[in-house]
């Protein structure tokens, strides 16, 4: 049998023969992909003399089986693995951290390159080519290549653990959130659900093939249902359920997996001369230190209590008339949070979903923006096979007819994909190798019952429109080389044109475009505008809380000097330290399901979406200044940002668009933390 994997696909912009590809292929063709790699790599070494295109051009040309292998892999892993692919990740997530430390951390291929900036200002090379040395350089070093060969040596057997063990959390995280769903024989404990929504979690019970009712876990702390469900009981099984997730005594306990990764990680950040793992990582950011995040967070961080806890006390005086007692905790934040959100602003955020059927969302809201900001026509392709059935192939074109790339959406929860919701690529757009993009948008949305429309919550489409933002990252992308590609920033900053997007959820252009009842056909009033912007600092207390303790955790766990025995008595104390405890508002995530940073590529690095929301507010107050959705702002946008990827240090293209250094004042006063 043909090995998909072994030759560059055929079909239309590289987009992979999903139809044609197995289980068994991926193991071959990652070993073959290796293979001519290091004969790449060989080649380049081979050569007598050093040139930029004959080292750092050659590399860029360099592991491209290899390069779309990993991306096709690891995408199905993430949004429908199973036991063989599982097994697979674990083999193969050791061998590719140690097939790249034997490039990154190569003496000879180092030498190449400090050669080539020791002469940089002979060499005329134009500004791309300049960023791409700097950046290699930068690359090379914080691998370790300019340490001792001991601690070289080191360094590569703790990147191949460290790889291992991100894939074992992952595996037991998983495994332990569909264990942890909420089983229930019958829907009588289900009030204040709508018929579609437990019809959805029948259809839930069916696809896992047992009966009755299954309400599955998120990978955040909580659950949407929770503010619906008037069943007091059964909302704290379903927030202690999802509280608990990888705890230990649990089968799927991931604390020993904490343990040793947060161990290597600061013995690694040792090697290079760093006191933690936190300093380590953080040179790599846009903040470049802890120290500069403590001072954003921390100036944040007490107004955001503050208000936290007066919106508590509204909401347990709401429980205190409802049920006589007054005792907010967790489970029933948002479900008084609803019963504010309508008295004080008459607003029932349910009644939106009929208005919220997913593919008019995308395709007439998502889409829509997209085609008025940027020219994108999107055309389905449903001859064109994805990696999932419930997964649709879009063909991406610019308003005169060019091909921008390929879009793949993949919106449906199921058992064998991980929580969240995400943005990957399958294909870089790269001129030096001739490839467009093909991006992938992966989301959660609960599968309906065959037959009923599939509706979508208001933070649901704001989620859709907020991953979008990252598609248009990768699919306007347009740079020379591949290290640049996209979403090839810095990880502080890669949130950044995400957020900006969700702005244009409630634009009203496009609002009344795609907000359409599945079954009048009745335009949503666009007075749901001014209600909903009036609503804009509502719970910000609770959701900018929920979110820093999260954030304060991942750095107070980075920063550590030695790992704790007891990782809940660490949580508890270190956002006590943040003047963040108030026991009715969890953290976002607690440590044993925290995927982000043990197996999501952000440790030490959540903090980086409230650091991006700083340039977002800023950003969004542009496009308002000069007139919102339009072509002529959004190929400013792009050309300014979206287009450039990693090509130019991205703070600039910031102060670029600005035209001046950015303030907080903007992110502060959105959250109503002034």
């Known amino acids: 049998m043909t090995n998909p994997l072994m030759q560059p696909s055929q079909l239309d912009n590289e987009l992979p023969d999903f139809a044609n590809l197995r289980d068994e292929h991926y193991l071959p063709a990652f070993e073959h992909a290796v293979a001519e790699n290091n004969k790449e790599i060989s080649a380049i070494l081979a050569q007598p003399d050093v040139t930029f295109e004959n080292t750092l051009e050659a590399i860029e040309r360099s592991g491209g089986l290899l390069s779309t292998m990993l991306m096709v892999f690891y995408n199905k892993a993430s949004s429908d693995t199973n036991e063989t692919l599982q097994e697979l990740e674990a083999e193969i997530a050791p061998r590719f951290a140690a097939h790249m430390d034997s490039i990154r951390l190569n003496p000879a291929l180092y030498a190449r390159i400090t050669e080539l900036d020791s002469k940089r200002s002979e060499l005329g090379l134009d500004t791309a080519s300049d960023r791409l040395l700097s950046k290699y350089l930068e690359d090379f070093n914080f691998a370790g290549a300019g340490l001792s060969e001991a601690s070289r040596k080191r360094v590569a057997q703790i990147n191949e653990r460290l790889s291992s063990l991100e894939a074992e959390f992952d595996k037991r995280l998983l495994a332990d959130t569909n264990d942890l769903a909420v089983e229930l024989t019958d829907d009588s404990r289900l009030g204040g659900l709508t018929k579609d929504e437990i019809d959805s979690l029948a259809q839930a019970a069916t696809e896992r093939g047992k009966t009755g009712f299954v309400i599955p876990l998120l990978n955040y702390?909580?659950?949407?249902?929770?503010?619906?469900?008037?069943?007091?009981?059964?909302?704290?099984?379903?927030?202690?359920?999802?509280?608990?997730?990888?705890?230990?005594?649990?089968?799927?306990?991931?604390s020993s997996v904490i343990k040793e990764l947060l161990d290597l990680r600061r013995e690694k950040a040792g090697l290079f001369g760093f006191a933690n793992y936190a300093q380590y990582v953080l040179t790599q950011q846009t903040a470049k230190s802890p120290e500069r995040v403590h001072e954003v967070l921390r100036k944040i961080a007490p107004v955001a209590k503050r208000n936290?806890?007066?919106?508590?006390?509204?909401?347990?005086?709401l429980m205190q008339r409802e049920v006589g007692a007054s005792d907010l905790r967790s489970w029933d934040w948002d479900r008084y949070t609803e019963q504010q959100r309508k008295e004080k602003y008459s607003i029932d955020t349910s009644v939106l979903k009929p208005y919220f059927e997913l593919t008019r969302v995308l395709e007439d809201g998502v889409f829509f923006a997209a085609g008025q900001l940027y020219g994108l026509k999107f055309t389905r392709r449903p001859e064109l096979v994805a990696y999932h059935p419930d997964a649709n192939v879009y063909q991406v074109d610019f308003e005169d007819g060019s091909g921008c790339g390929l879009y793949i959406f993949d919106p449906y929860a199921r058992p064998s994909k991980r929580g969240g919701a995400w943005m990957n690529n399958l294909v870089d757009q790269s001129h030096l190798l001739g490839k467009l993009p093909v991006v992938v948008n992966n989301m959660n949305i609960p599968k309906p019952a065959t037959g009923n429309p599939s509706l979508m919550t208001?933070?649901?489409?704001?989620?859709?429109?907020?991953?979008?933002?990252?598609?248009?990252?990768?699919?306007?992308?347009?740079?020379?080389?591949?290290?640049?590609?996209?979403?090839?920033?810095?990880?502080?900053?890669?949130?950044f044109p995400s957020q900006v997007n969700e702005m244009w959820m409630l634009w009203p252009e496009v609002l009344q475009n795609y907000a359409i009842h599945h079954k009048t056909g009745e335009k949503l009033s666009l007075d749901w505008i001014d209600k909903l912007q009036a609503t804009e600092t509502f719970n910000q207390g609770f959701a900018t809380t929920h979110y820093l303790q999260a954030a304060i955790l991942d750095l107070a766990m980075h920063e550590a000097s030695e790992t704790p025995d007891d990782i809940v008595a660490f949580e508890a104390a270190a956002?006590?330290?943040?003047?963040?405890?108030?026991?009715?508002?969890?953290?976002?995530?607690?440590?044993n399901y925290f995927a982000h940073i043990f197996a999501g590529g952000y440790s030490a690095g959540y903090y980086g979406y409230i650091w991006s929301e700083v340039l977002d507010a800023e950003s969004v107050n542009w496009y308002k200044s000069q007139g919102g959705l339009s072509r002529k702002n959004g190929q400013k946008f792009a050309d300014s940002l979206l287009s450039r990827g990693g090509e130019t240090d991205s703070m600039e293209l910031v102060r670029e668009l600005l035209g001046r250094e950015p303030e907080i004042t903007p992110l502060l006063k959105r959250r109503g933390l002034l």
Do not use: C, W
């Open 308 to 317: 936290a806890v007066a919106e508590g006390e509204v909401l347990a005086s």
């Open 458 to 495: 208001l933070d649901e489409v704001n989620t859709l429109f907020h991953e979008f933002g990252h598609t248009l990252h990768g699919l306007l992308s347009d740079v020379k080389y591949p290290r640049f590609s996209g979403t090839s920033v810095e990880r502080d900053f890669v949130e």
């Open 575 to 591: 956002i006590k330290d943040y003047g963040l405890d108030y026991e009715a508002v969890p953290t976002r995530y607690r440590p």
């Open 221 to 254: 702390s909580g659950h949407p249902l929770i503010a619906a469900l008037e069943d007091r009981e059964l909302r704290q099984e379903l927030m202690e359920r999802t509280l608990s997730r990888g705890s230990r005594g649990n089968s799927n306990d991931t």
